[in-house]
């Protein structure tokens, strides 16, 4: 068969919403395309831990560290589920992380962003955990099968995270004056940064097109930040608290709220290397690696140990 009826045939099953599994054929570009967002969406679960590790020794109370503890080991926990999904692709774990801790590889602009008080692990929870599940729930119907699988647990998880932060920022709305202020502020900082999350506008989103096209993406980044911007809009009002933009208004005509200017400069400066804690969290990774290696020599050695046995055993 030939490369154009082969990708005649792939489109066609995608088209049929038939899931692409790793050992079915697919053009190079859909490959390459999915180890991007797939290793990028990893990185980003990995890097994410450390604004919020920041508070689990000073959360102020055993039921909201015992909660935060658990949050951050489900951000573990999907970031090597997205790493094996990836690897189904045909790269190998140590060269994604190569490419995170060389800054070859992306990781979402959110994370480097500072953890000022405890209100922030509210906002992180309600707005950066709220944009997520915005974006990862049409991620379960991906058609490249390993991922939309893993999003499934990944999208019931990120439901408990979003709570948890609402939660947080309800009790503190419900406080004395400070504690108001300190919520308040934690969403006048968290607020533009979160809606930057979704990417580039549509008309400078080099891959949303192709993308959409083999069913990868399901909505393109303009759509999906205003449902963000719409659902926010109402929930902050059960807060009693305000989104930080003056232009926010709901808009009849066209069933959306309309929104103010996003600084589009601030989001390149941070997703090129430049925001405010992207040399720490890059620092942090690599030292954890550095200090890892260890652990994944005595893995090495033990798992070797036991093949020898077993062929000893065998023979
Ligand atoms: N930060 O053509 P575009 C989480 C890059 S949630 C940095 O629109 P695409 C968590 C983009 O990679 C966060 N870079 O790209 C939550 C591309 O550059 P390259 C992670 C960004 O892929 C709570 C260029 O800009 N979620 O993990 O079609 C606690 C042009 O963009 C960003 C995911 O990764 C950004 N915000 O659409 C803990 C979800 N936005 O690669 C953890 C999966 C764009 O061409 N990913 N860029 O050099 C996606 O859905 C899509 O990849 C995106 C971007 C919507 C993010």
Redesign the pocket.
Known sequence: MSVHELETLFQDKVDKEIKIEPKDWMPEKYRK?LI???S??A???I???LP?GNWITRAPSLKRKAALLA?VQD?AG??LYLYSAAETLGISREEMLEQLHNGT???????NYPTLAWADIGA??WL??G??IM??VP?CRTSFGPYARAMVRVCKE?SF?QRQGFEILLTLSKGNEAQQRMAQDAINRWWWPSV?????K?D?????LQ?MKWK??RFT?DE?RQKFIDVCAEQVKFLGLMLPDADLKWNEERGHYDFGKINWDE?WQ??NGNGPCNKQRLDARRKAHDEGEWVRQAAVAYAEKKKMKATMVAA
């Open positions: 395309t991007r967002q797939i990028q969406h990185h980003s679960e890097v994410g831990m919020e949050k951000e999907h970031g590889a992306k990781y979402s602009s959110i994370f992180i929870g950066v955990d944009a997520a974006n990862q991620l990120e995270h930057m999350m979704f990417g580039p549509d400078e989103s080099p891959n949303t993308s990868i993406k980044n999906l989001f941070v997703v």
